[in-house]
């Protein structure tokens, strides 16, 4: 059985008490973001890869820095791409201002810190401070080949490695960190977390143009709107340069986007996407090859290929 039931409450119980404040506005942007629910990916990713090794220590302390981590980057990322929406609600600052959500943002950060001192491992504090550089300078890079309109393949695998990835990999690393792994356990747990995390984001960067704002919550097109190339952009500009010119001035024009989704289901680079997200999570599931078998290892294969099910 991989019922995770029982852990997910005790960390939506954890995670309420732990990011309490006296101060109201807060309060408000941590029950709309943080203690609102939402899919728990990371938190499930650690619980799975922990149960797939017999349970690791500080498994819910590890669930909850995780999580903290990526909402805290939520509130500002919203601010930074001037989002109308998280998770189909008007986005933080957008309610309570900028610098309430970037101060919020902060405090997550600060809980975070609490959390993972608990464990008393500097291994696992080294490797959230490193994801944390990372996961910054995956949003600079994002931005600065908008600016400079350096776009290719090799940065967007960059920007999506280092915004998205590099999180999901901690959380399914973490557990064998903590349980003092073998290296080829650790590093498969690493892989497969690397690689689900970049199907993850695919698909992710697939919906934004391909979806429809009732899937989404959102409208479509945002990152055409923000000038950034994801996947399906970048295999257009190879044969048709007029996509270049839809990105630099960011979809303004009548038709634009309407204009990109046809040419990416008319010139296959739509199924071009789907086949390359398919592959990575294919990979990812090959990596946990090196883990013992259990329905948990399981569970964790059938996570990461059900990622290139999602854009159907």
Do not use: C, W
């Amino acid at each position: 059985m991989t019922d995770l039931e029982a852990p997910l409450r005790r960390f939506e119980e954890a995670l309420s008490e732990l990011v309490q404040s006296d101060v109201l506005f807060i309060r408000l942007i941590h029950q709309d973001l943080v203690t609102a629910g939402g899919k728990r990916i990371r938190p499930r990713l650690v619980f799975l890869a922990s149960r797939a090794l017999g349970g690791a220590p500080f498994e819910l302390e590890l669930a909850l820095a995780v999580e903290l981590l990526h909402s805290a980057t939520l509130l500002h990322d919203d601010l930074i791409d001037d989002a109308e929406t998280r998770r189909g609600k008007e986005a933080a600052f957008r309610k309570y201002g900028n610098a309430v959500s970037v101060l919020s943002g902060d405090f997550l950060l600060s809980r975070l810190l609490h959390v993972i001192a608990k464990t008393g491992r500097m291994e696992l504090v080294e490797r959230f401070a490193e994801v944390a550089k990372t996961l910054s300078e995956g949003e600079v890079l994002q931005f600065q080949v908008a600016a400079l309109e350096d776009y290719s393949l090799e940065n967007y695998e960059r920007i999506i490695t280092a915004k998205t990835a590099v999180l999901m990999a901690l959380a399914t690393e973490g557990p064998a960190l903590l349980l003092g792994a073998e290296s080829r356990v650790r590093e498969a747990l690493y892989r497969y977390g690397l690689l689900y995390g970049q199907a993850f984001q695919m698909r992710d960067d697939y919906l934004d143009l391909m979806g429809t704002p009732e899937v989404l919550g959102k409208p479509v097109g945002g990152d055409l709107r923000e000038g950034k190339a994801t996947l399906i952009p970048l295999l257009l500009m190879e044969r048709y340069p007029e996509v270049r010119e839809v990105l630099r001035r960011r979809a303004r024009e009548a038709g634009d986007l309407e204009r990109v989704r046809a040419l990416a289901r008319e010139s296959g680079a739509a199924e071009e996407a789907v086949r390359r997200i398919r592959e990575r999570a294919e990979a990812a599931a090959q990596a946990l090859e090196a883990l013992p078998p259990s329905p948990f290892r399981e569970a964790l294969r059938e996570l990461a290929l059900k990622e290139a099910e999602r854009v159907r």
